[in-house]
């Protein structure tokens, strides 16, 4: 069975984009949409509402880093901390170009920090380009499942 990838997203038009593009690059993953940093942090410690979905981590974590309630960098923190967790693939999809949030990100163990396009043929074309990374290019941690590319793609 596939890993998901997981899609920590707050902003509708952002989110959108973002699925298109995943779909655009053919990946045959779920993608599991959360809106918030305290949602992503019970999806991936498997607490609340969350308690009963399926063991395992996503394939890779798509975070942006201004959230509401727990913010990105927060989630990063603490995924690194927690040995379950720490291998997870973490990008930092963002539209933050400030400096000091790029080295916090890079500090707490980010494997990549994206900020989003503001054209939209760019952005999709940057989002699948992480998908294809990810699904192509990228050795995932031993043990672990590879993202698939439907057949045809």
Same mark, same amino acid.
């Given at each position: 069975?596939?890993?998901?990838?997981l899609?920590?997203?707050?902003n509708?038009?952002?989110?959108?984009?973002?699925?298109?593009?995943?779909?655009?690059?053919?990946?045959?993953?779920?993608?599991?949409?959360?809106?918030?940093?305290?949602?992503? /942090?019970?999806?991936?410690?498997?607490?609340?509402?969350?308690a009963?979905?399926?063991?395992?981590?996503?394939?890779?974590?798509?975070l942006?880093l201004?959230l509401?309630?727990?913010?990105?960098l927060?989630?990063?923190?603490?995924?690194?901390?927690?040995?379950?967790?720490?291998?997870?693939?973490?990008? /930092?999809?963002?539209?933050?170009?400030?400096?000091?949030?790029?080295?916090?990100?890079?500090?707490?163990?980010?494997?990549?920090?994206?900020?989003?396009?503001?054209?939209?043929?760019?952005?999709?074309?940057?989002?699948?380009?992480l998908?294809?990374?990810?699904?192509?290019?990228?050795?995932?941690p031993p043990?672990?499942l590879?993202?698939?590319?439907?057949?045809?793609?």
């Open positions: 069975m596939l890993k998901p990838i899609l920590v997203e707050d509708p038009k952002d989110l959108e984009l973002t699925l298109v593009a995943l779909e655009r690059s053919q990946l045959a993953n779920e993608v599991i949409v959360l809106r918030d940093g305290a949602e992503a /942090m019970d999806y991936l410690f498997r607490r609340g509402e969350h009963v979905r399926a063991e395992g981590n996503p394939a890779v974590l798509l942006d201004k509401p309630k727990v913010d990105g927060e989630v990063l923190k603490a995924i690194r901390e927690a040995p379950e967790l720490r291998s997870i693939p973490t990008v /930092m999809l963002t539209s933050s170009r400030e400096e000091p949030d790029l080295e916090r990100a890079y500090a707490l163990g980010v494997n990549a920090y994206v900020v989003k396009p503001v054209e939209f043929k760019e952005f999709v074309s940057a989002i699948s380009d998908g294809v990374f990810w699904a192509v290019l990228n050795e995932p043990g672990s590879r993202l698939l590319r439907r057949p045809g793609a």
